[in-house]
């Protein structure tokens, strides 16, 4: 596609509860990035797909977030038993070994908001 | 670990003046990049623009500038004819060791004045 596209865009949900994130990145960027920002804070690094190697998972914060990338492509980042603290935008990224210089474009994001 | 360290919170510039955003970094690797992002209130993150580390010219991208300064370890954004749209949250970044992922400071939030 021609962007970063992230969907919900935003999202509500009550404690305790499952979500799931969906990020599909720029056709033919071999990275996909994830990052959360919390309000009025920076980015906080979550996870980085490359290619076909082990994704690394040293952001994230606890064993309830994990991610998937299907197929190189679309990647899902789910919280299991969500809490209040997770509340934060979620950004996801892909990048370009080739357009290394042009760092990493970012998707319009998905704001949790847990209740 | 790399780490970016922004020390203005927030700055204000008036419209049509030049202002520069701070940056300095910390890092163990001989050969990186330094990267300004911008974030609009609308949240999206935009690159702006890129340093390489062995590049021997400040990065220019129409008005926005980094003053680079390897010896120092700093890269600060300079904005040149402030404009209204200009009002955001500016990031610095620098790629972890090893090359990813990208480690952001905490921004600095710039607001023009008309």
């Known amino acids: 596609g021609a962007g970063v596209s992230q969907s919900p865009s935003n999202k509500v949900t009550e404690k305790g509860k499952d979500v799931e994130l969906r990020c599909d990145p720029i056709?033919?960027?071999?990275?996909l990035y994830w990052y959360r920002q919390s309000l009025g804070q920076g980015l906080e690094f979550l996870i980085y797909f490359q290619g076909n190697s082990a994704p690394d998972k040293s952001g994230l914060p606890s064993d309830r977030f994990s991610a998937e990338r299907t197929g190189g492509s679309v990647s899902t980042l789910t919280i299991q038993r969500t809490q209040q603290e997770d509340s934060a935008v979620y950004l996801c990224a892909s990048s370009s070994r080739r357009e290394s210089n042009y760092g990493y474009t970012f998707g319009s994001g998905t704001r949790l908001t847990v209740v | 670990a790399q780490k970016i360290t922004q020390t203005q919170p927030g700055m204000f510039v008036q419209e049509k003046e030049a202002v520069t955003l701070d940056c300095t970094y910390d890092?163990?690797?001989?050969?990186?990049?330094l990267f300004w992002y911008k974030q609009p209130s609308s949240g999206e993150m935009i690159f702006l623009i890129y340093q390489g580390s062995y590049d021997e010219q400040n990065a220019t991208e129409g008005r926005y500038s980094l003053n680079f300064q390897k010896a120092r370890k700093s890269a600060n954004l300079v904005i040149s004819a402030s404009q209204l749209g200009d009002s955001a949250m500016y990031f610095c970044?620098?790629?972890?060791?090893?090359?990813?992922?990208?480690?952001f400071g905490k921004g600095t939030r710039l607001s023009v004045i008309a």
């Open positions: 890092t163990s690797d001989q050969s990186y990049g």
């Open positions: 970044a620098i790629p972890n060791s090893g090359n990813t992922p990208l480690v």
């Open positions: 056709s033919g960027h071999t990275a």
